[in-house]
């Protein structure tokens, strides 16, 4: 594997010695936000061990939680001595993405930069920002060394009051599943636990993790994917609420490659967000870009987001022929929708000269196509084709030019191997190469996003999700459809695009499941859900059976905005977002619980008053449509249930 060591912070990294203050005493270390409001300490305890604790507005949001690291040449955790303290420093950062909530960023926070020795000498930095929605840090390893240097143990902990409660989703354990396909992020959550509460798998909880500490939210996460580092979890015990970073299960690996982060020095790890404050300013936080690196040196006018058809999502396999995806290229084109994809074993039942002969008609009808590749080698049994293509890198290049030349505009890759070292290398080779080729991508089957979209603008959207395809194949999981879609936006689809695959108005095609949710509550699912590309699930014949109007806005549908916000919502139960194209809102809400609403909205931000409604009718999969005259508005909604208004 390609070795990436990661030196994007410039002068931050740089100035690790430089400007410091000598450790006074037993004094802990203040760093604050800009505003003021966000507080981090930082001091030893009698051990000699580093501990912090974050604060929102002067209240404690986590007892003291431990820092530190062991490595192969030195154990940086117990017994440290803390030798200097750089003086706290701005950090700012103006940046426009591809596709998100919004697209252009102003980060701001303060830094300072803690370093720690053992008895030998060894130093451990730390380096703390504080921004305005939250805290971050990550480990810097300095000096040199003689060859390669492993990480063996991760030290660090988020020790939250025992009164505080979690909504977490649990991690899968490797090679469990449909054909060894796990871990993906496919897993429903637990929500509203008490801390402390053990995860139901050994292979403990996702990032992003949210809390509920006092009156605050705090949302944990990781930001950065490396090619010297593994991803990392929450550990699946949390004794008293402590909960520890865990590392990926021995098997996350690409088929002979390293688990465990690993380097020369000097080198650093991802960074640990703690992202604070109400439901409102944590889904409006963007620290899961903020702290990503910036976008590699790439051309990017091939990078289009948009919506896609897509038969597998309802039809599966048997839709892979020639004849259907090209009536799908044709749905696209009615729907003025700019992609369709072609998924598995197209290599097989249509070919490379029918695939030719697709992307010439879809062209003509400006469409793009997307085609399907399992990424897979020897780590699962799935065994869809193509299959194995993309595993060495001169055979990946080579087929990436050979479908570029066709004129394919992006790949979809599915079943990769979970979140060892090598496995997150083999993520980024692909979207180096892909880069090399313009052609967008789609991780299926794979870890968290974790910023990377910031990094590779060019990756359009992760699964990460239990999604709209799981709700196809079991009926456990359609009834659980409202409350698990009404807890994403609060947690996995916060910082990172997430590849759900909304939509469907009309049957599931799979007699033994029965949806459970309204057609309103599907047509806002696309509003809500934040994907660079939006796979849309219904079929040509499921979108034949709906109004006009709605057909009318899924044909206009954004997927990139300008501004976002929660207008009402809480993690499970409900969730409205305001977001804003242009000169138009589009204001959606779905209703995750059983039970019927009656919200009252103040929309005044929006200003204008001249809006449409689109929502649930009296009888099953009926719409209703009418026009308001107020940004003030009274919404009624059915159990599992949904609407979308427009301000123009």
Same mark, same amino acid.
């Given at each position: 594997?390609?070795?990436?060591?990661?030196?994007?912070?410039?002068?931050?990294?740089?100035?690790?010695?430089?400007?410091?203050?000598?450790?006074?005493?037993?004094?802990?270390?203040?760093?604050?936000?800009?505003?003021?409001?966000? &507080? $981090?300490?930082?001091?030893?305890? %009698?051990?000699?061990?580093?501990?912090?604790?974050?604060?929102?507005?002067?209240?404690?949001?986590?007892?003291?939680?431990?820092?530190?690291? %062991?490595?192969?040449?030195?154990?940086?955790?117990?017994?440290?001595?803390?030798?200097?303290?750089?003086?706290?420093?701005?950090?700012?950062?103006?940046?426009?993405l &591809?596709?998100?909530?919004?697209?252009?960023?102003?980060? $701001? =926070?303060?830094?300072?930069?803690?370093?720690?020795?053992? @008895?030998e000498g060894?130093?451990?930095?730390?380096?703390?920002?504080?921004s305005?929605?939250?805290?971050?840090?990550?480990?810097?390893?300095?000096?040199?060394?003689?060859?390669?240097?492993?990480?063996?143990? @991760?030290?660090?902990?988020? #020790?939250?009051?025992?009164?505080?409660?979690? *909504?977490?989703?649990q991690?899968?354990? $490797?090679?469990?599943?449909?054909?060894?396909?796990?871990? =993906?992020?496919?897993?429903?959550?637990?929500?509203?636990?008490?801390?402390?509460?053990?995860?139901?798998?050994?292979?403990? +909880?996702?990032?992003?993790?949210?809390?509920?500490?006092?009156?605050? +939210?705090?949302?944990?996460?990781?930001?950065?994917?490396?090619?010297?580092?593994?991803?990392?979890r929450?550990?699946?015990?949390?004794?008293?609420g402590?909960?520890?970073?865990?590392?990926?299960?021995?098997?996350?690996?690409?088929?002979?490659?390293?688990?465990?982060?690993?380097?020369?020095?000097?080198?650093?790890?991802?960074?640990?967000?703690?992202t604070v404050?109400?439901?409102?300013?944590?889904?409006?936080?963007?620290?899961?870009?903020?702290?990503?690196?910036?976008?590699?040196?790439?051309?990017?006018?091939?990078?289009?987001?948009?919506?896609?058809?897509?038969?597998?999502?309802?039809?599966?396999?048997?839709?892979?022929?020639?004849?259907?995806?090209?009536?799908?290229?044709?749905?696209?084109?009615?729907?003025?929708?700019?992609?369709?994809?072609?998924?598995?074993? *197209?290599?097989?039942?249509?070919g490379?000269?029918?695939?030719?002969?697709?992307?010439?008609?879809?062209?003509?009808?400006?469409v793009?196509?997307?085609?399907?590749?399992?990424?897979?080698?020897?780590?699962?049994?799935?065994?869809?084709?193509?299959?194995?293509?993309?595993? @060495?890198?001169?055979?990946?290049?080579?087929?990436?030019?050979?479908?570029?030349?066709?004129?394919?505009?992006?790949?979809?890759?599915?079943?990769?191997?979970?979140?060892?070292?090598?496995?997150?290398?083999?993520?980024? %080779?692909?979207?180096?190469?892909?880069?090399?080729?313009?052609?967008?991508?789609?991780?299926?089957?794979?870890?968290?996003?974790?910023?990377? #979209?910031?990094?590779?603008? #060019?990756?359009?959207?992760?699964?990460?999700?239990?999604?709209?395809?799981?709700?196809?194949?079991?009926?456990?999981?359609?009834?659980? @459809?409202?409350? #698990?879609?009404?807890?994403?936006?609060?947690?996995?689809?916060?910082?990172?695009?997430?590849?759900?695959?909304?939509?469907?108005?009309?049957?599931l095609?799979?007699?033994?499941?029965?949806?459970?949710?309204?057609n309103?509550?599907?047509?806002?699912?696309?509003?809500?859900?934040?994907?660079?590309?939006?796979?849309?699930?219904?079929?040509?014949?499921?979108?034949?059976?709906?109004?006009?109007?709605?057909?009318?806005?899924?044909?206009?549908?954004?997927?990139?905005?300008?501004?976002?916000?929660?207008?009402?919502?809480?993690?499970?139960?409900? =969730?409205?977002?305001?977001?804003? &194209?242009?000169?138009? +809102?589009? $204001?959606?809400?779905?209703?995750?619980?059983?039970?019927?609403?009656?919200?009252?909205?103040?929309?005044?931000?929006?200003?204008?008053?001249?809006?449409?409604?689109?929502t649930?009718?009296?009888?099953?999969?009926q719409?209703?449509?009418?026009?308001?005259?107020?940004?003030?508005?009274?919404? %009624?909604? &059915?159990?599992?249930?949904?609407?979308v208004?427009?301000?123009?």
């Amino acid at each position: 594997m390609k070795k990436h060591t990661l030196f994007w912070l410039g002068a931050a990294v740089s100035a690790l010695i430089a400007c410091t203050t000598q450790p006074q005493g037993d004094d802990a270390v203040t760093l604050r936000s800009p505003d003021g409001d966000v &507080k $981090v300490t930082v001091q030893l305890d %009698e051990q000699g061990q580093p501990r912090y604790q974050v604060y929102h507005d002067e209240q404690a949001l986590l007892e003291p939680s431990v820092l530190g690291m %062991e490595l192969s040449d030195a154990d940086l955790r117990n017994g440290l001595s803390l030798v200097s303290v750089s003086d706290s420093q701005l950090v700012e950062d103006r940046y426009r993405l &591809k596709q998100g909530k919004r697209l252009d960023y102003h980060y $701001v =926070a303060n830094e300072r930069t803690l370093t720690f020795a053992n @008895e030998e000498g060894r130093e451990l930095a730390v380096i703390f920002r504080a921004s305005d929605d939250g805290v971050a840090f990550r480990y810097h390893f300095p000096g040199e060394s003689e060859g390669i240097v492993q990480v063996i143990e @991760e030290n660090t902990s988020f #020790h939250f009051p025992e009164s505080a409660r979690g *909504w977490l989703q649990q991690m899968q354990v $490797v090679n469990t599943g449909w054909e060894g396909t796990n871990p =993906a992020y496919e897993e429903h959550y637990e929500m509203d636990i008490p801390v402390g509460e053990a995860s139901p798998s050994e292979a403990g +909880w996702v990032f992003p993790a949210l809390f509920k500490s006092g009156d605050t +939210w705090v949302l944990l996460s990781e930001v950065g994917m490396q090619s010297n580092f593994h991803a990392s979890r929450l550990q699946a015990e949390s004794p008293g609420g402590e909960y520890r970073v865990g590392h990926p299960m021995d098997e996350e690996v690409y088929t002979g490659g390293g688990l465990m982060a690993e380097d020369e020095r000097p080198f650093s790890s991802p960074w640990r967000t703690i992202t604070v404050g109400s439901l409102r300013e944590v889904t409006a936080s963007s620290m899961g870009t903020d702290l990503a690196e910036p976008q590699v040196e790439m051309n990017t006018d091939f990078i289009k987001p948009g919506v896609a058809s897509w038969s597998w999502g309802l039809l599966k396999e048997p839709s892979i022929t020639y004849d259907l995806q090209k009536k799908f290229i044709d749905y696209a084109a009615d729907m003025e929708w700019e992609y369709t994809l072609i998924d598995v074993n *197209w290599d097989e039942t249509i070919g490379y000269e029918g695939i030719q002969e697709l992307v010439d008609y879809a062209a003509g009808k400006e469409v793009g196509v997307i085609l399907w590749y399992n990424s897979s080698g020897e780590w699962n049994t799935s065994p869809f084709t193509p299959k194995g293509q993309l595993l @060495e890198r001169d055979q990946r290049r080579a087929e990436f030019e050979r479908i570029s030349d066709m004129g394919v505009v992006g790949v979809k890759i599915d079943f990769f191997p979970g979140d060892g070292r090598s496995s997150i290398a083999y993520y980024r %080779e692909i979207l180096e190469d892909a880069a090399d080729f313009e052609l967008m991508v789609n991780h299926h089957g794979s870890t968290l996003p974790r910023g990377i #979209h910031r990094t590779y603008p #060019h990756m359009m959207t992760m699964e990460s999700v239990h999604g709209m395809e799981m709700v196809t194949f079991f009926q456990e999981t359609a009834d659980q @459809e409202a409350e #698990h879609a009404a807890m994403l936006p609060f947690a996995r689809n916060v910082f990172d695009p997430m590849d759900y695959t909304p939509t469907v108005f009309h049957d599931l095609m799979n007699p033994e499941v029965e949806r459970k949710t309204t057609n309103g509550f599907q047509l806002a699912l696309p509003v809500i859900f934040l994907s660079g590309i939006e796979h849309i699930v219904e079929t040509p014949e499921g979108m034949a059976t709906v109004p006009d109007y709605i057909k009318n806005f899924m044909r206009d549908l954004p997927v990139v905005w300008d501004e976002s916000r929660l207008v009402e919502g809480y993690p499970g139960k409900l =969730a409205v977002f305001a977001r804003r &194209k242009g000169d138009t +809102w589009y $204001v959606a809400g779905i209703n995750g619980e059983q039970q019927a609403k009656t919200l009252a909205l103040d929309l005044g931000f929006i200003g204008s008053n001249n809006g449409v409604l689109m929502t649930d009718g009296d009888r099953p999969r009926q719409f209703e449509r009418r026009e308001l005259d107020s940004n003030r508005i009274e919404v %009624e909604l &059915k159990p599992a249930g949904g609407f979308v208004a427009v301000y123009r």
